[in-house]
């Protein structure tokens, strides 16, 4: 663990590391549980770790932010114990993958699910696919099953459904593509995505009956989060903030400056690399520059313990081709990287 700054919560919890904690930090359990399998976002989390810090930093019914939320571990984290969350991410794939993982699903959406996925597989039995145009960046014999897949995504009646299954495409994406040199065949690709799929309907009904044991009901989950896909520079101006309550918890795993990870590439057998994630997921192939003062974020809270002076700015440069993020003080690289920043309030 690299940087880890805590404050007392409000008398009730003991100035010390608990032994919960301590045996969260040391795990090396695999990550599972509820909806994080979706999508592995590089340099994600342990859930074991953000869901005892929040149990133990926060209470229910207060907000946790993650300022830089990647695949939104802390933010499933935080709503299945109760808590409201605020995710912020200037990636795309960020903001799909975190809203995705905490959207539930009616009996409706999963009925027209299943019956999209049966036709879904009767097409690919027959192998008549509907896409007119083959996909990009992808092993040529893959193609043609994606661009099925992809074209029929579209007659998915509702936003969730189809953001749902993009999902989908995005795990078996992964799972067949990414740092592989054996790539699966289009039948075996098939026959993943089915089982990816029935594992993720059961993922999203598993975080669904927690958030529900710990007080919040199926139709009040959105309610309880705001995500924004944008730069966490400035965000102590966002108007959307207005709609929500202080946040009293910071959990979050900054960018490590100084150290290349492919936030949003595939690495296709070993050496091209790819966009398929932002194509697979219907959105346009960018990155905003942006420049971060970590300073500015915690200040724009006023409520916030401010942090270490030495962490208390840095700037990181994303660009198309792959994030760089660069230090004006490359002494925090070191003491940045696998860091975990708890600022409580
Ligand atoms: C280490 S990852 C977070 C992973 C996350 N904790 C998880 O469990 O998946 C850091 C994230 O910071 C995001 N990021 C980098 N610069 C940012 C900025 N200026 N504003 C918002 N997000 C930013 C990156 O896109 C990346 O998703």
């Known amino acids: 663990m690299g940087s880890f700054a805590k404050q007392e919560h409000k008398g009730s919890h003991s100035a010390d590391v608990s032994a919960e904690l301590l045996f969260a930090i040391a795990s090396n359990d695999p990550v599972s549980g509820h909806t994080h399998n979706f999508y592995r976002y590089p340099a994600r989390f342990s859930p074991l770790f953000v869901r005892e810090v929040i149990r133990q930093y926060s209470r229910p019914g207060e907000t946790v932010l993650d300022p830089f939320m990647g695949g939104g571990t802390a933010i499933v984290e935080a709503l299945a114990l109760g808590r409201k969350v605020i995710g912020v991410d200037l990636n795309t794939l960020a903001h799909f993958v975190s809203t995705v993982k905490t959207t539930p699903l009616s009996n ?15 097409v690919g039995r027959r192998g008549i696919g509907e896409a007119d145009q083959p996909v990009r960046n992808l092993p040529r014999h893959l193609q043609k099953t994606w661009a099925d897949l992809m074209a029929q995504v579209e007659w998915l009646p509702l936003e969730r459904q189809q953001n749902f299954v993009r999902c989908v495409l995005l795990k078996t994406g992964q799972w067949a593509i990414d740092c592989k040199e054996l790539i699966p065949s289009g039948a075996d690709t098939l026959k993943q995505f089915a089982n990816h799929f029935h594992e993720m309907i059961q993922g999203v009904e598993e975080f669904v009956g927690t958030c529900r044991m710990e007080g919040i009901k199926k139709s009040k989950i959105r309610q309880n989060r705001l995500l924004l896909c944008r730069s966490t520079a400035g965000l102590e101006s966002e108007s959307r903030l207005a709609t929500v309550s202080k946040p009293t918890l910071v959990v979050t795993s900054p960018p490590y400056p100084a150290v290349h990870i492919l936030y949003h590439r595939w690495q296709v057998q070993g050496r091209r690399e790819t966009p398929a994630p932002y194509w697979l997921t219907a959105f346009q192939y960018e990155m905003a520059r942006s420049s971060l003062s970590l300073y500015s974020l ?16 840095y700037s990181v440069d994303s660009c198309p081709r792959y994030p760089r993020y660069t230090s004006p003080f490359p002494e925090l690289g070191p003491l940045l990287k696998r860091a975990a920043l708890l600022v409580r309030g």
């Open 108 to 122: 409706y959406d999963v009925e027209v699910l299943e019956e999209w996925l049966a036709d879904v597989q009767d």
């Open 298 to 313: 915690v200040s724009g809270f006023s409520s916030f313990a401010p942090i270490s002076s030495s962490l208390a700015s």
